[in-house]
Nanobody
Framework: QMQLVESGGGSVQTGGSLRLACAAS????????MGWFRQVPGKEREFVAA????????YYAQSVRGRYTISRDNTKNVLYLQMNNLAPEDTAVYYC??????????????????????WGQGTQVTVSS
């Protein structure tokens, strides 16, 4: 059974930066495409960023492109999300997720939350103006 634990959330002012980490245990993340999602109370969970198994392919939501960077360290079994130039609309609970890749692909990733089998508990990010 895979477990994911996010960390690094907190409160920052507009324009600030945070780096989220997602530590995995139980399974090697090299078997998984990984993603970050976020959710605001009363709204659906939305896709933020995704990365393929070995990091050769990444994709970002339009709202974060150019400000966020997703990366992974398979040797440490950790996924990261560097968030720069944060704005109040980035305030949300951020979740990491793992999508088991059941075929040989080094560029596969998904933006669909339904594709992800494992989820962390989430970490709160609050950006004040």
């Amino acid at each position: 059974q895979m477990q994911l634990v996010e960390s690094g959330g907190g409160s920052v002012q507009t324009g600030g930066s945070l780096r989220l980490a997602c530590a995995a245990s139980g399974r090697p993340i090299s078997s998984y495409a990984m993603g970050w999602f976020r959710q605001v109370p009363g709204k659906e969970r939305e896709f933020v960023a995704a990365i393929s198994r070995y990091g050769s392919a990444t994709y970002y939501a339009q709202s974060v492109r150019g400000r966020y960077t997703i990366s992974r360290d398979n040797t440490k079994n950790v996924l990261y999300l560097q968030m720069n130039n944060l704005a109040p609309e980035d305030t949300a609970v951020y979740y990491c997720a793992a999508d088991l890749v059941q075929f040989s692909s080094e560029t596969y990733y998904s933006t669909n939350s339904g594709q992800y089998e494992h989820w962390g508990q989430g970490t709160q990010v609050t950006v004040s103006s």
